[in-house]
């Protein structure tokens, strides 16, 4: 029998089980206030989930690939961009 937390949600569905793989951050990555991209290496079985932005400003649009996220700002003024920092999350 596994052992492990699980949660589960007031339906009685299971919402979290701590037997099975928790997120992860493959790549932390320090954006300024340009448009840019970076490459990421991922293991055989991580599943590439999301981004998670931390700005001081108007954060920039992520797109994250398999192996690549990109960033950009589109039409926000330069002055309002935010620097700071990207994670690649996966689970």
């Known amino acids: 029998m596994a052992t492990g937390l699980k949660v589960f949600n ?3 569905s299971l919402q979290f089980d ?3 793989r928790l997120f992860r951050t493959l790549k932390t990555i320090a954006v ?3 448009d840019g991209s970076s490459t990421f290496t ?3 079985n991580d599943t590439v ?4 932005i931390d700005t001081t400003g108007i954060p920039p649009q992520v797109t994250v690939g398999s192996t690549s996220v990109s960033w950009a700002y ?3 003024p330069a002055g309002n961009r ?5 994670k690649v999350l996966a689970y």
């Open 42 to 44: 991922k293991g055989p």
């Open 74 to 76: 589109g039409d926000v």
């Open 10 to 12: 007031a339906d009685g």
């Open 82 to 86: 935010g620097a700071g920092k990207i």
């Open 32 to 34: 300024g206030t340009t």
């Open 49 to 52: 989930i999301t981004a998670s």
């Open 18 to 20: 701590l037997t099975n």
